[in-house]
């Protein structure tokens, strides 16, 4: 079976149903292939945090040493598989140079502008399209349980703050008052009022609905096989349900990204970053606002329905295995920071890979070789966030317009 689009789409998480949104809104006919569901990868359970706040790159002076030293600590917050793979010693490698504090800064800069041209997007998509996903704007607080993580903290806040992020240093008896779930024992708390969160899941179904009905044609359970290629072109790909033609591809396929555009001859430096989210029945006492128990690196997010605490960052490849040990870390230290959780009512467990670049800035560019393809992947920890803005400079791009933003810094020339 043929299908003909200006542009296909592959992979439907939130990259790429927010391509399609302002695609379609371009006036061009889009389809989307998806080899599971609607938001059945990385998309679908995680946080839902959109954080302009998280600027600062993965790849930052001492993070690499810090995981090292975790590596003989399964429970850790960040986790390296030891394993030999040549991929993940070249990406270490990259991380490596990439956390040097003149590429930190630098990062942290374009990463900051993305933030923030993407909460705005969100604000739009709000008014214009009135989308149903429980987006508030209540801001993430950051909670400190050590006397050193708070001093550790006020270091990245002046960062922060240098590079006009907004943000409040709140001391003991101020973090309780803004939320009083929280344990006394705690020193003090970062507090980031113009951050937002939404269900991720509620949010991704609830725009795919509006792309049908701006005649976009979205195809589940169609897994993507091969490319067929011409002159320097793709001309259409094969799947279990037939081709589809069109005449630009976008491959934003999270995580699969990279074995996909091997198919083409390409390696992409981005390695699958797992992480966990535990769903439990929204408790009485229940924080107002999106949390994060810094030294445990777990975030906590209040949802309609449930609570969700999302946390750790495991290099282990393409793993889908749920290691009960991390879940439990998870639980434990939400335990340290909240008061009444004793005994959560569990209603799902959750894990998914996340796509990593060394640098932590994503990619967003054609393949080389192939003039109608661009892959746009390796978000990391900022999918959901970064989802609106990602989209609409991929709309521009294709549409041979001025884009919002320079998409210099997005370029896979970066990695060479």
Known sequence: MNHD????????????VCSAYYLAKQ???????EKGEIASGCSGANAGLIVASHSIPMAAPGVLSQALKWMLKPASPFYIKPRFDAALFSWLWQFRKSSALKRMHEGLRVLRDLNYASLELFDRLIREESLEYNYQKKGWLMVYMTEQGFKQSLKEAEILHSSDIELEILNVEETLEMEPTLRPEICGGVFFPGDAHLDP???????????EELGVNIQTET???????SGGSITAVRTNRGDFRAKQFLLTSGAWTSALVKKLGLRLPVQPAKGYSIS????DTCPERPLYLSEAKVAVT???????????LELTGMDFSINPRRMKAIIEAA??????????GIVKTWCGLRPCTP???????????YKNMIVATGHGMLGITLAPITGKLISQLICEQIPDLSLNPFRLTRFR
């Open 5 to 16: 689009a200006d542009v296909l789409i592959i992979g439907c998480g939130a990259i790429g």
């Open 27 to 33: 006036g061009l006919r889009v389809s989307i292939v």
């Open 201 to 211: 899941a509620n949010f991704i179904q609830a725009l795919a609905e509006r792309l």
């Open 223 to 229: 897994e993507l096989l091969e490319f067929k290629t």
């Open 280 to 283: 439990a029945k929204r408790p």
């Open 302 to 312: 209040p949802l309609e329905d449930v609570l969700r605490f999302a946390g750790t």
């Open 335 to 344: 335990k340290v920071y909240l008061r009444q959780i004793e005994d959560l």
């Open 359 to 369: 640098d932590g800035l994503p990619i967003i560019d054609f393949i080389p070789g």
